[in-house]
Protein backbone atom coordinates (compact mmCIF):
# COMPACT_ATOMS: atom_id res chain seq x y z
CA UNK A 1 0.00 0.00 0.00
CA UNK A 2 1.20 3.46 -1.21
CA UNK A 3 1.97 6.14 1.92
CA UNK A 4 1.63 9.56 0.50
CA UNK A 5 2.23 12.82 3.04
CA UNK A 6 0.25 15.99 1.99
CA UNK A 7 1.02 19.93 3.31
CA UNK A 8 -1.86 21.60 4.87
CA UNK A 9 -1.55 25.64 3.18
CA UNK A 10 1.06 27.96 5.74
CA UNK A 11 1.04 25.50 8.64
CA UNK A 12 2.95 22.30 6.51
CA UNK A 13 1.45 19.51 9.06
CA UNK A 14 2.09 16.53 7.75
CA UNK A 15 -0.47 14.14 7.52
CA UNK A 16 -0.10 10.20 6.63
CA UNK A 17 -2.44 7.87 5.36
CA UNK A 18 -1.67 4.18 6.79
CA UNK A 19 -3.02 1.23 5.11
CA UNK A 20 -6.89 1.49 6.37
CA UNK A 21 -7.08 4.85 5.44
CA UNK A 22 -6.70 6.48 8.46
CA UNK A 23 -4.77 10.06 9.01
CA UNK A 24 -2.31 10.49 11.61
CA UNK A 25 -1.68 13.67 12.88
CA UNK A 26 1.00 14.53 15.40
CA UNK A 27 -0.84 15.13 18.74
CA UNK A 28 1.36 18.28 19.53
CA UNK A 29 -0.09 20.21 16.30
CA UNK A 30 -3.32 19.91 18.11
CA UNK A 31 -3.04 22.69 19.95
CA UNK A 32 -0.68 25.01 18.23
CA UNK A 33 -3.75 27.08 17.19
CA UNK A 34 -5.10 27.58 20.53
CA UNK A 35 -1.68 28.31 22.00
CA UNK A 36 -0.74 31.22 19.43
CA UNK A 37 -4.79 32.63 19.73
CA UNK A 38 -4.24 32.72 23.94
CA UNK A 39 -1.09 34.29 23.25
CA UNK A 40 -2.30 36.94 21.09
CA UNK A 41 -5.10 37.59 23.64
CA UNK A 42 -2.42 37.84 26.64
CA UNK A 43 -0.70 40.45 24.44
CA UNK A 44 -3.74 42.53 23.43
CA UNK A 45 -4.65 42.23 27.19
CA UNK A 46 -1.11 43.60 28.50
CA UNK A 47 -1.02 47.10 25.47
CA UNK A 48 -4.86 47.82 26.92
CA UNK A 49 -3.24 47.97 30.56
CA UNK A 50 -0.76 49.99 29.41
CA UNK A 51 -3.39 52.02 27.28
CA UNK A 52 -5.45 52.49 30.14
CA UNK A 53 -2.85 53.10 32.89
CA UNK A 54 -0.73 55.68 30.43
CA UNK A 55 -3.85 57.65 29.65
CA UNK A 56 -5.26 57.57 33.24
CA UNK A 57 -1.74 59.05 34.81
CA UNK A 58 1.22 61.32 34.48
CA UNK A 59 4.78 61.52 35.85
CA UNK A 60 6.80 64.47 37.52
CA UNK A 61 10.09 64.84 38.70
CA UNK A 62 10.09 66.13 43.01
CA UNK A 63 12.32 69.18 43.15
CA UNK A 64 12.56 71.29 46.58
CA UNK A 65 12.44 69.79 49.95
CA UNK A 66 9.23 70.06 51.58
CA UNK A 67 8.31 66.36 51.33
CA UNK A 68 11.52 64.68 53.08
CA UNK A 69 12.25 62.05 53.76
CA UNK A 70 8.93 60.24 51.72
CA UNK A 71 9.86 62.76 48.60
CA UNK A 72 13.44 63.11 47.62
CA UNK A 73 14.70 65.48 44.99
CA UNK A 74 18.14 66.49 43.52
CA UNK A 75 18.43 69.66 45.37
CA UNK A 76 21.29 69.95 47.42
CA UNK A 77 20.81 68.55 51.54
CA UNK A 78 20.35 65.45 53.49
CA UNK A 79 18.58 64.23 50.77
CA UNK A 80 20.82 65.09 47.55
CA UNK A 81 20.69 62.99 44.51
CA UNK A 82 17.56 61.13 45.35
CA UNK A 83 15.23 62.21 42.10
CA UNK A 84 12.24 60.16 42.80
CA UNK A 85 9.69 60.56 39.94
CA UNK A 86 6.14 60.04 41.02
CA UNK A 87 3.24 58.61 38.91
CA UNK A 88 0.13 60.03 39.51
CA UNK A 89 -3.46 58.71 39.01
CA UNK A 90 -5.12 61.27 37.47
CA UNK A 91 -9.00 59.72 38.62
CA UNK A 92 -8.60 58.92 41.73
CA UNK A 93 -10.33 61.12 43.99
CA UNK A 94 -7.88 62.94 47.18
CA UNK A 95 -8.51 61.89 50.49
CA UNK A 96 -7.24 62.06 53.58
CA UNK A 97 -3.66 61.30 54.11
CA UNK A 98 -3.11 61.11 49.95
CA UNK A 99 -0.15 62.59 48.63
CA UNK A 100 -1.43 64.57 45.84
CA UNK A 101 -0.37 67.51 42.77
CA UNK A 102 -1.88 70.55 43.25
CA UNK A 103 -1.94 73.41 40.85
CA UNK A 104 -1.53 76.69 41.96
CA UNK A 105 -1.41 79.15 38.96
CA UNK A 106 -2.56 82.47 39.42
CA UNK A 107 -2.36 82.41 43.38
CA UNK A 108 -0.20 85.15 44.22
CA UNK A 109 1.46 83.51 47.17
CA UNK A 110 2.92 80.87 44.62
CA UNK A 111 3.30 83.04 42.12
CA UNK A 112 5.99 84.90 43.49
CA UNK A 113 8.21 81.74 43.78
CA UNK A 114 7.58 81.10 40.39
CA UNK A 115 5.81 77.82 40.86
CA UNK A 116 2.53 76.70 39.51
CA UNK A 117 2.57 72.90 41.16
CA UNK A 118 3.37 71.62 44.51
CA UNK A 119 3.30 68.20 46.04
CA UNK A 120 1.74 67.95 49.51
CA UNK A 121 -0.30 65.59 52.08
CA UNK A 122 -3.95 65.97 52.64
CA UNK A 123 -4.62 66.51 56.03
CA UNK A 124 -8.15 67.48 56.23
CA UNK A 125 -10.84 67.22 53.99
CA UNK A 126 -14.38 69.06 53.46
CA UNK A 127 -16.02 68.75 56.80
CA UNK A 128 -12.97 67.67 58.85
CA UNK A 129 -12.34 70.15 62.12
CA UNK A 130 -8.71 70.98 62.58
CA UNK A 131 -6.12 73.01 64.66
CA UNK A 132 -2.63 73.49 65.30
CA UNK A 133 -1.03 74.19 68.67
CA UNK A 134 2.38 74.25 69.68
CA UNK A 135 3.54 71.59 72.95
CA UNK A 136 5.33 73.63 75.43
CA UNK A 137 6.60 70.46 76.68
CA UNK A 138 8.17 69.06 73.86
CA UNK A 139 8.46 72.22 71.83
CA UNK A 140 6.91 70.82 68.96
CA UNK A 141 4.00 71.47 67.11
CA UNK A 142 0.91 69.18 67.21
CA UNK A 143 -2.08 68.44 64.86
CA UNK A 144 -5.53 67.73 65.64
CA UNK A 145 -8.52 66.27 63.23
CA UNK A 146 -11.95 66.33 64.81
CA UNK A 147 -10.74 65.84 68.39
CA UNK A 148 -7.95 63.21 67.94
CA UNK A 149 -4.50 64.27 67.72
CA UNK A 150 -2.66 62.69 64.74
CA UNK A 151 0.37 60.72 65.00
CA UNK A 152 2.63 61.35 62.24
CA UNK A 153 5.21 58.98 62.29
CA UNK A 154 5.83 59.72 58.49
CA UNK A 155 6.98 63.61 59.13
CA UNK A 156 9.80 65.91 60.09
CA UNK A 157 8.21 67.10 62.93
CA UNK A 158 8.07 71.23 62.99
CA UNK A 159 8.46 73.53 66.24
CA UNK A 160 8.13 77.11 65.04
CA UNK A 161 5.69 78.55 66.84
CA UNK A 162 5.31 81.39 64.22
CA UNK A 163 3.55 78.61 61.69
CA UNK A 164 0.71 78.00 64.81
CA UNK A 165 0.10 82.08 64.91
CA UNK A 166 -0.35 82.58 60.57
CA UNK A 167 -2.56 79.01 61.10
CA UNK A 168 -4.80 80.54 63.91
CA UNK A 169 -4.57 84.73 61.71
CA UNK A 170 -5.37 83.02 59.03
CA UNK A 171 -3.40 85.68 56.96
CA UNK A 172 -3.62 85.64 53.42
CA UNK A 173 -5.78 82.84 53.21
CA UNK A 174 -7.55 82.13 49.98
CA UNK A 175 -10.49 81.33 51.95
CA UNK A 176 -11.47 82.05 55.62
CA UNK A 177 -12.31 79.05 58.03
CA UNK A 178 -15.25 79.48 60.87
CA UNK A 179 -13.44 78.98 64.50
CA UNK A 180 -15.33 77.36 67.19
CA UNK A 181 -14.17 77.65 70.67
CA UNK A 182 -11.79 74.78 71.42
CA UNK A 183 -9.62 76.38 68.47
CA UNK A 184 -10.44 74.22 65.81
CA UNK A 185 -11.47 75.64 62.10
CA UNK A 186 -13.65 73.35 59.87
CA UNK A 187 -12.69 72.83 56.35
CA UNK A 188 -15.32 73.97 53.38
CA UNK A 189 -17.16 71.73 51.73
CA UNK A 190 -15.48 70.71 48.26
CA UNK A 191 -11.78 72.10 50.09
CA UNK A 192 -8.68 70.53 51.24
CA UNK A 193 -5.98 71.31 53.88
CA UNK A 194 -2.40 70.21 52.62
CA UNK A 195 0.90 70.00 54.60
CA UNK A 196 4.46 68.95 53.25
CA UNK A 197 5.98 66.24 55.64
CA UNK A 198 9.05 68.58 56.09
CA UNK A 199 6.83 70.74 58.33
CA UNK A 200 9.98 73.05 58.60
CA UNK A 201 10.68 73.68 55.16
CA UNK A 202 7.13 73.58 53.61
CA UNK A 203 4.88 76.38 52.15
CA UNK A 204 1.02 74.75 52.33
CA UNK A 205 -2.06 75.76 53.76
CA UNK A 206 -0.48 76.95 57.04
CA UNK A 207 -0.10 80.11 55.09
CA UNK A 208 -2.52 79.72 52.36
CA UNK A 209 -5.42 78.24 53.85
CA UNK A 210 -7.51 75.37 51.95
CA UNK A 211 -7.71 74.91 48.34
CA UNK A 212 -10.37 73.69 46.07
CA UNK A 213 -10.69 70.31 44.82
CA UNK A 214 -10.47 71.25 41.12
CA UNK A 215 -7.14 72.53 41.79
CA UNK A 216 -6.49 68.87 42.91
CA UNK A 217 -4.54 67.27 39.82
CA UNK A 218 -4.09 63.60 40.75
CA UNK A 219 -3.03 61.26 43.35
CA UNK A 220 0.54 60.29 43.81
CA UNK A 221 0.13 56.46 42.95
CA UNK A 222 3.66 55.06 42.52
CA UNK A 223 6.96 56.39 43.92
CA UNK A 224 10.46 56.07 41.15
CA UNK A 225 13.71 55.61 42.06
CA UNK A 226 16.29 53.44 41.42
CA UNK A 227 19.65 55.33 40.85
CA UNK A 228 20.32 53.99 37.55
CA UNK A 229 21.10 55.08 34.03
CA UNK A 230 17.29 54.46 33.05
CA UNK A 231 16.21 56.35 35.56
CA UNK A 232 18.60 59.20 34.55
CA UNK A 233 17.13 59.07 30.98
CA UNK A 234 13.43 59.25 32.42
CA UNK A 235 14.27 62.41 34.76
CA UNK A 236 15.86 63.84 31.63
CA UNK A 237 13.07 63.49 29.00
CA UNK A 238 10.21 64.71 32.34
CA UNK A 239 11.88 67.63 33.12
CA UNK A 240 8.79 69.56 34.61
CA UNK A 241 9.82 69.61 38.11
CA UNK A 242 6.92 70.05 41.43
CA UNK A 243 8.33 72.50 43.80
CA UNK A 244 7.84 73.61 47.64
Known sequence: MQYYALYKRRYKVLKIK?????IFKP???RYT???KVVALLL?????L?????LNSHFAKIIAGASMCPNLNSTETGQYSGQKDIVLVNKFT?????????INTKGLVTFDAQNTKLIVKRIIAVGGDKLKIIHNEETNKNEVWRNGVKLEEDYINPDTDKY???????QTNWYIKCPRDSDGYITIPQGYYFFMGDN???SLDSRYVGPLDQIRMLGVVDKIIYDNTIWHDIIATLLQFNLNF
Open 43 to 47: ALAVI
Open 93 to 101: KPSYKDIVI
Open 199 to 201: RNN
Open 33 to 35: LWA
Open 27 to 29: EYK
Open 49 to 53: NCYIY
Open 163 to 169: VVETFNK
Open 18 to 22: DPKGS
